[in-house]
């Protein structure tokens, strides 16, 4: 499978200059770090909030900066976790006297990284917030984690937090408030296909041709099973009745449904799958109050997508219609 690259070593340094380029007066480059963050940014009125994880799951998290969103990025190179350095580099740069909030991906690489940080940095007297994303229910754990996967619902825990952080919230409130979105958010996703990432001469896992990856990971770490492909809908109500029992979600809850893009689906599929999840949302009597289709969490090229549901009150609702400006933007 050809790909547009120069050198995989440049892949990631030359896609965080390409986003800052795209983005001037905005969007502040730090190449030694890895580092995307607001050219507004930090500012002592407000927390500054963090993330970085591996790369390879653009939009996630390198084009999630911007106002109402994320501070600052720091991602390590392809599926790997960014380095102790960059995390330490990136909170120090982003200091503000209101604090710095940390938002982790529950992966054993990611934790350990940003735990070792976040020590440093509060021995040089930086306060620390610190959020566990775990929305994934395929497993409890795998050789990348230390419990559930943060996957897709990412999204909400920075879009409600960054909507909150930019009317001057306090560090406590935030870190209550993305636990609070953390405990009510549930994903679960599906691939078609692998992925390869540059410089490499395969794909991460292999496919026969009909089969799929029941519960993949973004990193494509196993799932539940993998099977023959079913039709669209079969595969939607299974996605949905995992992640719609978990909670459990009951009927008259409000709710915000997302189905997103693993990178290789088009936009024409990812709506006749939103189609079926619709329609059972109604079926189980789950009002859904705001909608999310296309790429927000993805895994390179792989075909695949993940169904995520979010219990909405009126705080969270508030939270996601503020407005935000990202990196990724198409008008």
């Known amino acids: 499978m050809a790909k547009f690259v120069n050198s995989p070593d440049q892949f990631v340094a030359e896609m965080l200059e390409g986003i800052a380029l ?30 970085g994880s591996g790369s390879g799951h653009e939009p996630a998290h390198v084009m999630a900066v911007g106002a109402g969103m994320l501070d600052a990025a720091c991602p390590g190179n392809v599926f790997a976790a960014p380095p102790m350095g960059y995390v330490l580099e990136c909170t120090k740069l982003m200091n503000s006297k209101k604090g710095v909030l940390h938002l982790i991906n529950n992966y054993t690489g990611d934790r350990a990284a940003w735990d070792m940080a976040r020590e440093l940095a509060e021995a040089e007297e930086i306060k620390i917030g610190v959020v566990l994303v775990n929305d994934d229910v395929a497993v409890m754990n795998s050789a990348y984690t230390v419990g559930r996967r943060g996957v ?10 960054g909507a909150a952080a930019a ?60 099977d023959k492909l079913p039709n669209a809908d079969a595969v939607v109500d299974e996605l949905f009745d995992a992640v719609s029992k978990d909670l459990p979600f009951g009927s008259g809850d409000n709710v915000g449904l997302m189905i ?32 999310y289709v296309g790429e927000y969490c993805t895994s390179l090229e792989m075909a695949g997508f993940s169904l995520t549901l979010i219990r909405l009150d009126d705080e969270l609702t508030r ?13």
Not at 262 to 286: F, M, N, V, W
Not at 319 to 331: C, G, H, K, S, T
Request: aromatic content about 6%; proline content about 6%; glycine content about 12%.
């Open 152 to 161: 897709a619902g990412n999204f909400f825990v920075i879009k409600a937090c």
């Open 319 to 331: 939270l996601l219609d503020a407005p935000a400006e990202i990196a990724w933007r198409v008008f």
């Open 22 to 51: 795209a983005n001037p007066n905005k969007l502040k480059y730090v190449p030694r770090y890895n580092i995307i963050h607001r050219a507004d940014r930090p500012n002592d009125d407000f927390v500054s909030i963090i993330q």
């Open 260 to 291: 997103n893009g693993l990178g290789g689906t088009p936009p024409s599929e990812l709506y006749l799958l939103y189609r079926r999840a619709a329609l059972r949302c109604k079926d189980a009597g789950l009002n859904v109050v705001r909608n």
């Open 167 to 226: 009317t001057g919230a306090g560090l406590e409130d935030l870190v209550k408030l993305g636990e609070k979105v953390v405990s009510v958010v549930r994903t679960m996703g599906v691939a078609i296909s692998g992925c390869r990432p540059p410089g490499k001469d395969k794909p991460i896992f292999e496919l026969a041709e009909g089969e799929m990856e029941m519960g993949v990971g973004i990193h494509g770490e196993k799932g539940r099973r993998r």
